[in-house]
């Protein structure tokens, strides 16, 4: 039993055929997706999240405004998650949220100030929270220090890319450590050195597709059944079976949410 704990399948890259995608991951033993909704929050790509999550038995959906939207988060975005929370149980967590200074599509303080408010309104809606961070771990910690510390809500940090500090300073504040198949890449020894140094309890495993395919997949469109990939290389890291890791990957997972997925 394996979960996808980030995936990105109500994206147009899948409308071409994500009900065989969907069944795929089920016939590789993939039992839960959390979907994540993103892009303009004005555009119906939420509501469509949402949409997506109540068709399918296990299939969750997280809504939030990525950094690289951080511009486009307003009073009127706001109000549409808070609404989309209120609608559907599916909804079960707010993100993806965070900084993205690789890329920078928004300017740096308009991405912090989404940021902290994004974390203070999850707070209010007492939801975990996912975070993307990317070459901002100095700044993504102190946001996470000033608002969402004590607030004892877990949380993910998703596609998890940064040093063994982060990862321990994010534990440190209740985060679970999510990897992608990053971590099974040919280049990837220093995040393969974080991997095998968390704490057991807090892994996560993720494809964040249609994005980072992992080996030997890469180069063609990501989906969730190749999340078993990645169980695969952190169980070698862990001297653990494939399976193994699937029990205490999607173990975490469903304590972090509360569900019953046995
Ligand atoms: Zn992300
Ligand atoms: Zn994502």
Redesign the pocket.
Known sequence: MFVDSHAHIDGQEFDVDRPAVIQRARDAGVSAILNVGTGDPHSGVLERAVELAENHDRLYTALGV?PHDARLFDDEAERRIINLIKQSSRVIAWG?MGLDYHYDNSPRDVQMSAFSRQLRLAREASLPVII?SREAETETIELLRSEWQGSNLPGIM??FSGSLDLATQAVGLGMFISFSGIITFKKADDLRHVAAEMPLERLLIET?CPYLSPVPYRGKRNEPAYVIEVAKCLADLRGVSKEEMGQITSGNFARLFNLDLS
């Open positions: 990525h993806e993307h998703h596609c964040d």
